[in-house]
């Protein structure tokens, strides 16, 4: 059974970085899918940053040059490394995992598995 867990939220000023971890475990054999979504209270949850096993990569518009995402298949572990973070940047930070290697952004049901998620706080 696949399992994600999350950490490395937090607060932080306009302008400050942090940087999300997920370990992951019980992935079936093959190739696959992650990625990191947000969420806030009343709206849509929205992707972020998507990559494949194969390393290809996709990102929203809004984080595209400030957000990095990272896959260690060793270590069964995705990062997000944000910069210049931005108080719309606020959300609940999600990661998320499937099978294939498909990668779009929408609709969040094209992931199947998803951690708990983590608080992130961006002040002005």
């Known amino acids: 059974q696949v399992h994600l867990e999350e950490s490395g939220g937090g607060s932080v000023q306009a302008g400050g970085s942090l940087r999300l971890s997920c370990v992951g475990s019980g992935y079936p054999p093959g190739d696959y899918r992650m990625g990191w979504f947000r969420e806030v209270p009343g709206k849509e949850r929205e992707g972020v940053a998507v990559?494949?096993?194969?390393?290809?990569?996709r990102y929203a518009d809004s984080v595209n040059g400030r957000f990095t995402i990272f896959l260690d298949i060793a270590k069964n572990t995705l990062s997000l490394q944000m910069n210049s973070l931005k108080p719309e940047d606020t959300a609940k930070y999600y990661c998320?995992?499937?099978?294939?290697?498909?990668?779009?952004?929408?609709?969040?049901?094209?992931?199947?598995?998803w951690g708990q998620g983590t608080q992130v706080t961006v002040s002005s």
């Open positions: 990559i494949s096993s194969d390393r290809r990569t």
């Open positions: 998320a995992y499937n099978s294939g290697t498909w990668l779009a952004l929408r609709p969040p049901t094209i992931f199947g598995h």
